[in-house]
């Protein structure tokens, strides 16, 4: 194990503890990633991505993977190629990335003092993939966090709050199950972003990851009544393509934003938080907190004056294999 992945580990094990919780497992291969792209960087593109994929198969076999090969090895090389202009905001992330997590950790059991990380987390170069998310290695379930896309995103002080939106995603896991309907997403991202807020007092849009692709914010309240309609008819329904359009960067055919779920979650959220505090709903299962998004749901429409329905208050809840979150 290299000088930097050992100080990354010792730096979480010393410093992530609390009283009753187990250190969380950290480590690092952000620095490997750096070292290979200057190492390597005279080599054909061919041979240089084959090296790539020997390295990374002896550092952490695993580490990099794909069901296409091809196009594994196509987000290899353009992240090479791309990495010099990155290195600075990357090695930053780098030093400061380990503290952060023991900073976030610590600030996050003022509200969840049991809190333990149930899973390990690893810091490396993620291609471009995500800035978190939890991931399987190797057969095992991690917390990935992409160096290169928090260089990009959160290499500021959104960086805390970006952290504990995750680290919340790991708690509120340990009460709610992952499920196939619509709601189930807008209650999982929609509680994460809402503690994100609570945590960080007059929190901005981008330290709550709410400005990308582009505001979300300032759209979806211009589109109020069609953003919680759209939410109403999909609750819950099991379409992939109105969940992409709600939680990911995919284009809508309306007038909302992309990922404009998330700050109808995190109204619903606030909502439901108005006769629960924030642990309370941390651990409500998905019997109980399906009502409770529904009423939360049906609360705001009603304030708005829409002419729509609000969801069921009780329907069966499809559960689906854990996924990445």
């Known amino acids: 194990m290299s000088l930097p992945r050992i100080a990354a580990c010792l730096l979480a094990l010393l410093t992530t503890g609390a009283a009753g919780a187990a250190p969380t497992e950290y480590v690092s291969y952000a620095a490997d990633f750096d070292q290979f792209e ?3 960087r005279d080599m054909p ?3 240089r991505v084959a090296a790539f994929r020997r390295e990374f198969d002896r550092i952490r076999p695993g580490l990099y993977a794909d069901s296409n090969p091809q196009r594994l090895d196509r987000r290899i090389l353009r992240s090479l190629e791309e990495f010099p202009a990155l290195r ?3 090695r930053s992330v780098e030093q400061r990335f380990g503290e952060a997590l023991s900073e976030a950790e610590a600030h996050f059991r003022t509200l969840f003092p049991d809190f333990s990380s149930p899973l390990p987390i690893i810091l490396a170069h993620e291609l471009g993939v995500r800035d978190g998310g939890s991931d399987f290695v190797a057969g095992r379930k991690v917390m990935l966090f992409g160096a290169d896309m928090i260089a990009k995103l959160h290499n500021d002080d959104s ?3 970006f952290l504990e939106h995750e680290l919340f995603h790991l708690e509120h896991a340990r009460h709610f199950a992952d499920c196939e309907q619509f709601w189930c997403l ?7 972003t809402y503690a994100a807020s609570t945590m960080t007092a007059g929190a901005s849009d981008h330290q709550l990851l709410l400005d990308q692709p582009r505001p979300v914010r300032g759209p979806t309240d211009q589109h109020w009544k069609e953003a919680l309609c ?4 999909q609750f819950d329904g099991t379409d992939e393509a109105a969940a992409g359009a709600a939680f990911t960067g995919a284009q809508n055919a309306s007038d909302l934003p992309p990922r404009f779920g998330y700050y109808v979650g995190l109204r619903v959220a606030a909502e439901a938080a108005r006769q629960r505090s924030l642990p309370a709903l941390a651990r409500l299962d998905n019997e109980h907190a399906h009502a409770v998004v529904a009423d939360a749901l049906s609360a705001l429409l009603a304030e708005a004056g829409a002419s729509c329905p609000g969801p069921a208050a009780i329907v069966p809840v499809t559960r689906s294999a854990s996924r990445p979150m």
């Open 38 to 40: 200057a190492r390597t």
């Open 45 to 47: 593109a061919e041979a």
């Open 88 to 90: 600075p905001a990357f």
């Open 159 to 161: 960086l805390r709050p």
């Open 186 to 192: 807008l209650w999982q991202e929609g509680l994460a």
């Open 230 to 233: 759209t939410v109403a008819t």
